[in-house]
């Protein structure tokens, strides 16, 4: 293969590609090599740019006539962290390849499943303790006596409500990133989904003692959707509005209709959900969709909260090809604002 052709078959890779010498010396790099390493790498000692010992071992073993080898790697800047898998392959007894494979995004889902599994045993481990303790508490000193055992019921009625909550929110999550590929397009009409939203929650509305302000202009569009799936956005972030908004004393919800957006290729649906209650502090609000993120967790929990709401608005919305916004600061309330695309 000709000097030109092998430089062309380097560039034809995305990922940084590095031709070393059997001294350690790099030979050459492809632009990806050079643009992660900057022009310095060429004839730059290897060992001396991926300093770190794992790798460092690996490009000794090469230097000394392994065959192939591979080791991680790990890059970060003042944003963020970048993790490599750094893979070498010898080409003859005087050089060798070195390649590197950016595989932050599967250290990102390992880590956010560990996250998962660890959240969700914790979640589930709480009430099964009190449900146990209670029922072992019920067959021994509390068994006849009707005002503990009376007690004990409604605390364990309460837990057992939490579970199922969050067994639901998990099923719904699950079938939501399930079907996160396949973009709904049945017509959906917001101000009937709202409606019926606020029709379901009028009991605690009333328990609240809140006074809802509509602004819902009779031409709304509709967009194409999943009702269901839009019903549950809708009831999750007005539900959250009761909540946390409950002392501000009103809810207020408009919908109208947004010519253009950064992003979006016409025209869309905003609506906006907007509490008066206490607020967020503004460092919160980047992570309020991770899955079991709360502000103040002992507050979600006394409410009914399983710290999945937000994440499931999040990802319906995605499945819509929609965004979702938060607007909230200490003292001023929260806003929430859903943009649906309208084709």
């Known amino acids: 293969m000709s000097p030109s052709a092998f430089t062309a078959l380097l560039e034809a890779f995305s990922e940084p590609v590095l031709v070393v010498r059997e001294t350690g010396t790099v030979q050459t790099a492809n632009s990806a090599a050079q643009e992660l390493f900057g022009k310095r790498i060429l004839g730059a000692q290897l060992r001396a740019i991926l300093r770190q010992p794992e790798v460092t071992a690996l490009l000794e073993r090469m230097i000394d006539g392994a065959e192939q080898g591979c080791a991680p790697y790990a890059t970060s800047d003042a944003s963020s962290e970048r993790h490599w898998k750094v893979t070498a392959r010898r080409m003859d007894a005087d050089t060798f390849i070195v390649s590197l494979r950016d595989t932050s995004d599967l250290e990102a889902a390992e880590a956010q499943r560990r996250d998962f599994v660890a959240n969700v045993s914790h979640e589930l481990r709480s009430p099964l303790t009190v449900l146990a303790g209670f029922l072992e508490t019920l067959q021994g000193a509390a068994a006849h006596d009707p005002d503990a055992r009376s007690e004990f019921l409604r605390i364990m009625q309460a837990e057992t409500e939490r579970m199922t909550g969050l067994v639901s929110d998990l099923l719904s999550l699950s ?16 101000d009937m989904v709202l409606n019926a939203t606020l029709a379901a929650l009028r009991p605690q509305i009333e328990q609240a003692g809140l006074e809802v302000v509509r602004d819902l202009p009779d031409d709304l569009p509709p967009v194409p ?21 409950a002392d501000g004393g009103k809810i207020e919800i408009a919908a109208h209709v947004v010519p253009r957006l950064p992003g979006l290729d016409g025209p869309a649906l905003r609506v906006a959900i907007r509490d008066h209650g206490e607020g967020i502090d503004p460092i919160h609000i980047p992570r309020l969709t991770e899955r079991f993120y709360r502000v103040d967790r002992a507050r979600s929990r006394e409410s009914g909260g399983t710290g999945l709401g937000l994440a499931i608005v999040k990802h319906i919305l995605g499945r819509h090809r929609g965004r979702l916004i938060i607007r909230s600061h200490p003292g001023e309330g929260s806003t929430f604002e859903t943009i649906l695309p309208l084709s």
């Open 225 to 245: 959707g999943d009702y269901d799936q839009l019903v549950q956005v809708y009831h999750n972030l007005i539900e959250n509005a009761l909540k946390y908004g």
């Open 175 to 190: 079938r939501v990133e399930a079907s996160a590929r396949i973009r709904p397009r049945d017509p959906v009409a917001i």
